[in-house]
């Protein structure tokens, strides 16, 4: 993993210009079920916030491109859920982790669109809130408000350490 987090972060201080077309990918692939658990998007994110704090790139369009990477990736989960409900429990890697979608569900039907929002501060949760909002169908525009204020302010969180602690240091 670091691996991949070492040549993404190396490719978009080569290719600045890229930086929000990766940013997007990066924060998609971080909040979309399944895939979620094979990148190390959380990591490579505070790379991109430091190289934005290094000047290389700047801080807005890089926070828009994880936003909407975010939600677009919520969106999908969520359909996903919604469309396959319980089957998708027996999908891999969910299938190897029984109690993960249940987790979610449980959480989700606590806390309703707050668990929405918070969820996506919550490691694993953050890609099967979404699906789990889907499986028991929450009403889409709860859904919508949530997953897209929780994103702008995930976003920022995880890009703001790299992007305004390095500006500081220099």
Known sequence: MEEITN?????????????????????????LAFVSFLVPATVILLGLGAIVGAGAVEFLPVWAAA???????DAL???LGR?????????????RDPRLLPRAEAFFRR????????GRFVGPMRATVPLAAGVTA?????????????AA??????????????SLLT
């Open 138 to 150: 929450m009403p889409v525009l709860r859904f919508k408000l949530a997953t897209i204020a929780s």
């Open 7 to 31: 040549d993404v972060l190396d490719f978009v201080r080569a290719n600045g210009a890229l930086a929000v077309p990766v940013t997007f990918l990066v924060a998609f692939c971080e909040s």
């Open 83 to 95: 469309r396959f409900k319980g089957r998708v429990a027996g999908l891999w890697p969910l299938s």
């Open 77 to 79: 989960s969520y359909w």
């Open 111 to 118: 806390w309703g669109v707050a668990g929405v929002f918070f």
């Open 67 to 73: 936003a909407t990477g975010a939600v677009a990736g």
């Open 153 to 166: 302010v995930w976003s920022a969180t995880m890009l703001a350490p790299g992007a305004f602690g390095v």
